[in-house]
């Protein structure tokens, strides 16, 4: 039980992408037992100019993995947003938590002092490994995740907080 | 720049709940020009089953200072949860972050490995201080705020991602 930039990235983004994925399960199921088209939550939103649930799905796969990568000196595996399911929105998370899992914790090691470029749209941001990690990809992954499951408890899908903590020792 | 518990509570509570409240400022600014009554937002929910806006305010200031207390092994302040106004939030949530920076670094040195129990409704969890922080804390903290956010955003209250992350160097 070490504190590292391993088990407070890889540890964290993997559980909560996993919670995710059963969410998105529940959410599939939903739809077939109240008989409507899947792709109606998938498109849904909490606003009109928010980004639909599929886009949060992404966005928190790509964060995690990203931020990751770059805090080990990788490159992280592309993927080409084409989802349009909610097994494959499932594959996708698996595929982002088997290559978290794969960045062994001595690939972080000292990542903290790490100089970090973020490009986005307009501008480059700049941390330090540790505050990429407690002011961009932590917020950010959780802000995704938790909007995800946000949209489908708007929309009715039965689903609570055990949910999206995860199951572990303790539920 | 160096990683401890320290950095991934109170430095990331801290930030988070106040930007939080500058995302309740923008709340109350919404309500006063778009003509109606503030409590409207405060009273209101994604869901029927699902806390209001003033609940989701009160637990993320709950779940922050309690946890960082248990870390500590100290008594966090307690709050009586009568807030009615943007302002007695705003408050709260002023106090709470007052609290988090009252704890110095050294006070969580080593609570990676403490044994923590947290009762909730109709049991007991128990953690170490690590696992407390992953699986936990943070993503409890970041389900709050993310979930206030969302309730203004549904409700038109024009807040963005940046407001979110709050203030840095970056933004």
């Keep these: 039980m070490k504190i590292s930039m391993h088990a407070l990235s890889v540890e964290v983004f993997s559980r909560t992408l996993g919670s995710l994925s059963q969410v998105l399960a529940k959410g599939a199921a939903s739809a077939a037992q109240r008989k409507f088209e ?36 990788q ?3 592309r993927f080409e947003d084409t989802e349009s399911t909610f097994e494959q929105l499932q594959a996708r998370l698996a595929r982002t938590i088997d290559y978290l899992r794969s960045v062994p914790a001595s690939a972080l090691e000292g990542s903290e002092t790490r100089d970090i470029k973020v490009p986005v749209r307009d501008r480059t941001l700049e941390f330090k490994g540790l505050e990429l990690l ?18 489908l408890r708007h929309n009715g899908v039965e689903i609570g907080k055990r949910d999206f903590l995860g199951t572990s020792n303790n539920s």
């Design 38 to 73: 899947p792709g109606v939550l998938l498109a849904a939103r909490l606003a009109p100019d928010m980004l639909p649930l599929t886009r949060q799905v992404q966005i928190a796969s790509d964060i995690a993995k990203n931020s990751v990568a770059r805090l080990a000196g």
């Design 75 to 77: 490159q992280a595996p």
């Design 134 to 151: 407690q002011h961009w990809a932590i917020p950010n992954v959780f802000f995704h995740v938790t909007t995800a499951y946000d949209i």
